[in-house]
């Protein structure tokens, strides 16, 4: 299931990794192990594993849940993973993206997307809401989900993820355990649902569109970022704005500089 047995498939089926695709295959078994651990799998859960490539984490999964649902958005590379799951009676290959293709019923996801798709897939996920999600990430992306306000790397979703969920990084992987080998490594994260969240959100939507603006303007006074925010989103005049932004909570500080819960708290303030 390592690099040998990578390279023979590409070879077999004549396949070239799409780099657009984001197509680096994992070469280093150790880790399918270790993903199951850390997702805490049994036989009673079903996962899903977006971008299941040939299907080495697939039928790791198989042996350790009762079903999985394994997605591949490439054709030639669906195509040899339909073959190399045909033995297990509880997985399902759907081609397509996942981001778009009707799922059946899940209750964890355990997997290894391509870089392209992370930002893009925690978003998905977070409002899909699992029990437990455990994914290699590009660990520049990973390190952005647990950056501290006020850093380079705090952003719309390091908030987002912070009200959803427990976000831990658990484990480096370097790039030398794919193929093609990646310029950067990666790093193995866990998002576990939240019983309770730790800060209330009236409207999850409305703190979710907020937020998204206010990191636009990372860089701004609150109160100068909510003003043009306030006049598309509820209608209001220059003045009507003006004052209702200088009303608001933290208006003074910079929206990089406020923690998730104080954003929680503005957002409850804004909302009607």
Known sequence: MGLTETKRLLRTFRITPNRLLGQNFMVEPAFYAKLCGYACLNKADVVLDAGAGFGFL????????????????DPRVALVL??????CANVTVLEGNVLKTELPP???????????????????????????????????????????????????L???????????????VPKSDFYPMPEVDSAVVRLTRWATPPFNVDDEA?????????FTQRNKK?????????????????????????????????????SPRELGELANALTV
């Open 82 to 87: 339909r073959q190399q799951v045909e033995g």
């Open 58 to 73: 697939t039928r790791y999964l198989a042996d350790k849940c009762r079903g999985v649902i394994a997605v591949e958005k």
């Open 222 to 258: 609150v109160c100068n970022a909510l003003e043009p925010f306030l006049r598309n989103t509820r209608k209001l005049g220059k003045v009507e704005a003006r004052k209702l932004a200088s009303a608001a909570p933290f208006g003074g500080r910079r929206a990089r500089d406020l």
């Open 106 to 156: 899940f209750d964890k996801i355990v997997a290894i997307p391509p870089y392209y798709l992370s930002s893009k897939l925690v978003a998905w996920l977070l409002k899909r809401r699992p029990r437990c999600a455990v994914l290699i990430l590009q660990r520049e992306f990973a390190e952005k989900l647990v950056a501290p306000a006020g850093s380079d790397d705090y952003g719309w």
């Open 206 to 214: 409305f703190f979710q569109t907020l937020v998204r603006w206010l």
């Open 158 to 172: 390091t908030v987002v993820a912070a009200h959803e969920a427990q976000v831990e990084l658990l484990d480096v």
